[in-house]
Every structure is written in structure tokens, then in C-alpha cells.
């Protein structure tokens, strides 16, 4: 299984972007999906994730300014990022697994994710 991301870039405050990860070897049901970030110096943050049943979690810091939606049958993941804040810049990674929906919506550990993109960097500078 691997996780493909796209997306990412330079903006402006204000700016949006929107990110997209495909899980490419493998397709199966009960899967969480999440993002999370790191900025340098910071540790690894939650920032969203969507269940199975489309149920949702939003770090409080990104909560209506950022968006995640998924197309199964592209069995892609988005994170559409909008209103965007230079706090914002970080290397963004995907994740994926087998979670159950009331604790993929509930902000999970890092550690029920066994499959991880590559990280792509997203930078919000004037």
C-alpha cells in the first residue's frame, strides 16, 4: 500500500490550497484517513481526519478554514485549505488505516496510522 500525495506549494495569507492523497496497491473498507503536519522545531500535529462513514475531526486551529472530503471510488482523500495563515507552513503527511469511525473522528494517535505519504511541503509567506 502506498500513499500518494499532490498538492502542496506556495501562497499568500489568504491563500488556499488543496491537497490530495491517493491510496494506490490497495483498496479496503473500514479505512480512517487523516493529515497531519510538521513545522520545524514543532512536533508532528494532528490536523484532520474522515472515517468510513464520513464522520470528521478538525484540530482546533484549522476548524473553518480547512475542509476533508474523500472520493472512494478514487479512493482519494482531500484537504481543501483555505483562509491560509503563515502558521500554516509545514510538510503535510497523509495517513492511512484500519480505524474504527468513532475513533478516526475523534483525533487519533499517530500511532494507529501504519501507512504514511511522503510528506509534502505547504508555505504560507508574503
Known amino acids: 500500500v502506498q500513499l500518494q500525495e499532490s498538492g502542496g506549494g506556495s501562497v499568500q495569507p489568504g491563500g488556499s490550497l488543496r491537497l490530495s492523497c491517493t491510496v494506490v496497491g490497495n483498496t479496503y473498507r473500514g479505512k480512517c484517513m487523516g493529515w497531519y503536519r510538521q513545522a520545524p522545531g514543532n512536533e508532528c500535529e494532528l490536523v484532520s481526519t474522515i472515517s468510513s462513514d464520513g464522520s470528521t475531526y478538525y484540530a482546533d486551529s484549522v476548524k473553518g478554514r480547512f475542509t476533508i472530503s474523500q472520493d472512494n471510488a478514487k479512493n482519494t482523500v482531500y484537504l481543501q485549505m483555505n483562509s491560509l495563515k503563515p502558521e500554516d507552513t509545514a510538510v503535510y503527511y497523509c495517513?492511512?488505516?484500519?480505524?474504527?469511525?468513532?475513533?478516526?473522528?475523534?483525533?487519533?494517535?499517530?500511532?494507529?496510522?501504519?501507512?504514511w505519504g511522503q510528506g509534502t511541503q505547504v508555505t504560507v509567506s508574503s
Open positions: 495517513a492511512a488505516d484500519m480505524v474504527l469511525p468513532t475513533y478516526c473522528s475523534g483525533g487519533p494517535k499517530m500511532r494507529a496510522f501504519g501507512y
